[in-house]
């Protein structure tokens, strides 16, 4: 068999190895506010935080 006439570096053969790319995220629109954010991500839009189309918490103004 033949063998590696120099050592391949820990970091040089996990880069190779790993299934990450490095891509654009998903970005969906939010059905009422018609904003894009990231999928599966809750966001904030006009001081509340939304998820799935649906208010989750309003942000308290001090």
């Known amino acids: 068999m033949p063998h590696p006439k120099h050592k391949i570096?820990?970091?040089r053969k996990n880069k190779r190895r790993t299934h990450y790319k490095a891509e654009a995220p998903t970005t969906g629109v939010d059905q009422?506010?018609?904003e894009a954010h990231?999928?599966?991500r809750a966001h904030w839009?006009?001081?509340?935080?939304?998820?799935?189309?649906?208010?989750v918490l309003?942000?308290?103004q001090k």
């Open 9 to 11: 570096s820990k970091q």
């Open 32 to 34: 009422t506010t018609g």
């Open 45 to 55: 839009s006009e001081d509340k935080l939304m998820y799935r189309g649906k208010t």
């Open 58 to 60: 309003e942000r308290v």
């Open 38 to 40: 990231l999928m599966h």
